[in-house]
């Protein structure tokens, strides 16, 4: 199978100068969830960004399904770093918003408000959210929030999810309760996964294969399959395939911290001699 | 701590668990009490100064509160107060209305585009140097003695306060929250309508409740300069008269319209805005 969703070669430098990611090149299959690791300011968010089209890469393409992505399009639902609901929408209508934008309501079952409604009712049960449907975001917790804005990436079901490092503010053991969530919701939405995090655990708990990144700008260090059946749980973080793979993501990583430093500090020397 | 505030601490405590005092963290009694009854103490405490003062005075340099009460029931009753209260507020309201649209027509470009700010804003903050008792005239020249140089004069008043709150509130959104919107595929009306008019609004409505007072005092200004109603009017004809009594009249009832205009923004911002609290 040819892959579904593909960074060609993206280069993304910001106005500021600053170089984000560097051909960057990454394939996802139709139905795979990839994981992207990297230190924090690899260019994680940049690489997202350019796959959900809402910046345009200096250099190199993003292609969906062939067609290269220039904007951002209803295919996607993304899950940003932080929970971003706006706080005068109460948790329901926070989930509804999609299908009031863009276009989206032509894309409701005709004349179907009780679809709709019964749609948000069935997201709030599998995010946990029961209960919190009329509330507004002040009176969430930031899990919760967060678990309000997965409710709401997947309210069109589209069919890429792009995850942000989407539990990166939580404590550890809210974050390995809502990371086996995701699988599971996933697994049941029967979506493209791509999920960028600095965190190598979830990234082999979520991910069949792991794309790992050097620091900024962001370069594919290597690749790292993880051979774990699903459904997933945490027990499986002692099975000798999760070892394995947490093992090489960490090399690989580590390999490409320590090849910038020497290179950097290379640099200095010379400036310095001249 | 000192032992008075810990025994008061402890009186208030005792008042709890007998029930009195439900919420929490109100602090002393007398907390309590200065929360409650402050204002109308400290409103009687000006009134009894007031009173004193009137004493030493003949009532046409300062007439004591009860004979400018008496004559503000009289004033009211006979429907002169009203009257007059009506024309101004006929005035400021439209001019309230008329500044604030005018505040979001060009505040709204220059918070979205740097090329309306650079265009624009120095002029916003140039015309706020402009002390609007010297433009009064010539706006009374203009428009003539009638309603329409009042209006203009409230707007211009009211214009700058909301103006820079609109800019801010606009501004003040998260660009988290465009890019959200723009992932969804949002067009301008919608992100205008579903982000940019309700994140905006809190700040925006605090302009309004900084500029309906001003208002007031835009009308009022005006009808000093020539006109045959108003409370500006009332004020002036009282000043011409050496009836300090009416002047005083005249004041109170602008300060009590002021309130109320005051009072219904903050109204309605509670109402809109509920979700902050
Ligand atoms: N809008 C922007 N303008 C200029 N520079 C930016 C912008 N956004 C990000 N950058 C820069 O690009 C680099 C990569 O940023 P990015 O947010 O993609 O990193 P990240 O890998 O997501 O980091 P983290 O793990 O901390 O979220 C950083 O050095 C950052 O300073
Ligand atoms: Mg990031």
Redo the contacts with the bound molecule.
């Keep these: 199978m040819s892959a579904y969703l593909i960074a060609d070669a993206i280069s993304v430098t910001?106005?500021?100068g600053?170089e984000?990611l560097r051909r960057f090149t990454l394939e996802v299959k139709r139905g795979e969830f990839v994981a992207v690791v990297?230190?924090?300011?690899?260019?994680?968010?940049?690489?997202l960004?350019a796959l959900a089209g809402l910046i345009v890469p200096s250099a190199g393409q993003v292609r969906l399904d062939g067609h290269p992505v220039t904007q951002p399009s209803h295919q996607v639902g993304m899950l940003f770093?932080e929970p971003a609901l706006l706080p005068w929408r109460t948790v329901e209508k926070n989930i509804g918003l999609p299908f009031e934008l863009g276009n989206n309501a032509s894309r409701l079952p005709p004349g179907d408000a009780t679809w709709l409604r019964r749609r948000i009712a069935d997201l709030i049960q599998l995010v946990g959210l029961s209960g919190f449907e009329r509330a507004y975001p002040r009176e969430l917790s930031g899990g919760m929030a967060q678990r309000a804005a997965l409710a709401r990436a997947l309210v069109t079901e589209p069919p890429i999810l792009l995850l942000?490092?989407p539990f990166?503010a939580l404590d550890a053991l809210t974050r390995e309760t809502l990371t086996a969530a995701l699988e599971g919701i996933w697994r049941a939405s029967h979506t493209t996964g791509v999920l960028?995090t600095?965190s190598i655990p979830e990234a082999v708990f979520l991910a069949d294969r792991i794309v790992v990144s050097t620091p900024?700008p962001?370069q594919v260090s290597g690749v790292v399959e993880v051979p774990l059946p699903r459904p997933r749980a945490w027990e499986m973080e002692r099975l000798p395939e999760f070892v394995e793979a947490m093992q090489t993501a960490r090399s690989l990583l580590r390999a490409a911290c320590c090849a910038t430093t020497t290179a950097e500090t290379g640099r200095d020397v010379t400036a310095r001699a001249a | 701590m000192s032992a008075i505030s810990q025994a008061s601490k402890l009186r208030s405590g005792a008042q709890a668990s007998s029930g009195a005092q439900g919420k929490h963290n109100a602090g002393p009694r007398w907390r309590i009490w200065a929360m409650r009854m402050g204002p109308a103490a400290l409103f009687m405490l000006f009134v009894a100064a007031w009173h004193l003062a009137s004493l030493r005075y003949p009532p046409f340099i300062l007439p004591g509160p009860a004979p400018v009460a008496g004559r503000f029931l009289a004033e009211l009753f006979s429907g002169a107060l009203l009257y007059h209260t009506g024309a101004t507020l006929s005035e400021a309201l439209p001019g309230l209305l008329i500044g604030a649209l005018a505040a979001f027509l060009l505040g709204y470009p220059i918070a979205k585009s740097r090329l309306a700010d650079r265009l624009l804003s120095p002029f916003i903050v140039a015309s706020q140097g402009i002390p609007f008792i010297a433009i009064a005239p010539l706006l009374l020249i203009w428009f003539g003695p009638g309603a329409a140089a009042k209006i203009f004069l409230c707007a211009i008043v009211v214009f700058f306060p909301i103006a820079v709150n609109i800019i801010a509130g606009i501004r003040s959104i998260k660009p988290l929250l465009r890019d959200l919107f723009r992932s969804m595929s949002a067009t301008h009306w919608e992100t205008f309508v579903k982000l940019e008019l309700p994140a905006a609004l809190p700040m925006s409505l605090t302009g309004l409740r900084i500029g309906a007072t001003l208002s007031m005092i835009g009308a009022i200004t005006a009808e000093f300069l020539g006109t045959d109603r108003g409370l500006g009017f009332l004020i002036n004809q009282g000043r011409g008269l050496y009836d300090t009594e009416l002047v005083l009249v005249g004041i109170t009832a602008t300060v009590i319209t002021a309130l109320c205009i005051y009072g219904t923004v903050r109204l309605a911002e509670q109402w809109l805005t509920g979700y902050h609290r």
């Design positions: 910001y106005a500021n600053v984000a990297g230190p924090s300011g690899c260019g994680k968010s940049t690489l960004r770093q942000d490092e990166g960028v600095h900024r962001g």
